[in-house]
Nanobody
Framework: QVQLVESGGGLVQAGGSLRLACAPS????????MGWFRQAPGKEREFVAA????????DYADSVKGRFTISRGNTKNTVYLQMNSLKPEDTAVYYC????????????????WGKGTLVTVSS
């Protein structure tokens, strides 16, 4: 069974940092575009960041540029999201996503989703 498993979420104070990780199982994602989306209570799921299969190209939502960094592990099969200078409005469930062919990454084109990890930023 193909799975994307997120980890690293939790409760942090505003201004703090968290690092999310996405570890796949049952499939190799080294040739996929991978990224992160988030969904806050009562809001639609929104794009956060994406990284090309080789790791050389990245894309960020304007709301996180300069604060979040997406990267891939050495085997290219895992993806990380380093989140710094967190704000209360970053509170959401963060979902890992993998897409074989789309760039830029769009929720409509995602082939695989993780189940999400909750990030809560207190003020």
């Amino acid at each position: 069974q193909v799975q994307l498993v997120e980890s690293g979420g939790g409760l942090v104070q505003a201004g703090g940092s968290l690092r999310l990780a996405c570890a796949p199982s049952g499939h190799t994602f080294s040739t996929y575009v991978m990224g992160w989306f988030r969904q806050a209570p009562g809001k639609e799921r929104e794009f956060v960041a994406a990284i090309s299969w080789a790791g050389g190209t990245t894309d960020y939502a304007d709301s996180v540029k300069g604060r979040f960094t997406i990267s891939r592990g050495n085997t290219k099969n895992t993806v990380y999201l380093q989140m710094n200078s967190l704000k209360p409005e970053d509170t959401a469930v963060y979902y890992c996503a993998a897409d074989l062919s789309s760039w830029p990454l769009s929720a409509n084109g995602v082939d695989y989703w993780g189940k999400g990890t909750l990030v809560t930023v207190s003020s």
